[in-house]
Nanobody
């Protein structure tokens, strides 16, 4: 079992930056890939970014590539999402997720409770 707790959301203006954190517990952190997803009001949850267990592989949604950076600190059991040049369309609840393996295959097996990010224009 894996427990995930996100933090770092908030209300910012367009062009600002935020860094989300997700603290994990329950298993050896480096054994599983981690991802960030988001869900805007009235829309389905969508993929944002993913990072392998070692941190050597990263992938991003096209809408955030070049603006967002995913990283992890396996010594702190934490994954981060640095979000720069935020846009109003980035407004959503952001969820941290853990995959069942070191590579992000299939769907995540564990989810956090989400943290709200609101970007005003």
């Amino acid at each position: 079992q894996v427990q995930l707790v996100e933090s770092g959301g908030g209300l910012v203006q367009a062009g600002d930056s935020l860094r989300l954190s997700c603290a994990a517990s329950g298993r050896t952190f480096s054994l599983y890939a981690m991802g960030w997803f988001r869900q805007a009001p009235g829309k389905e949850r969508e993929f944002v970014a993913v990072i392998s267990g070692s941190g050597g592989m990263k992938n991003y949604a096209g809408s955030v590539k070049g603006r967002f950076t995913i990283s992890r600190d396996n010594n702190k059991n934490t994954v981060y999402l640095q979000m720069n040049s935020l846009k109003p369309e980035d407004t959503a609840v952001y969820y941290c997720a853990a995959y069942r393996n070191a590579l992000p295959t299939g769907v995540p097996g564990y989810w956090g409770q989400g943290t709200q990010v609101t970007v005003s224009s």
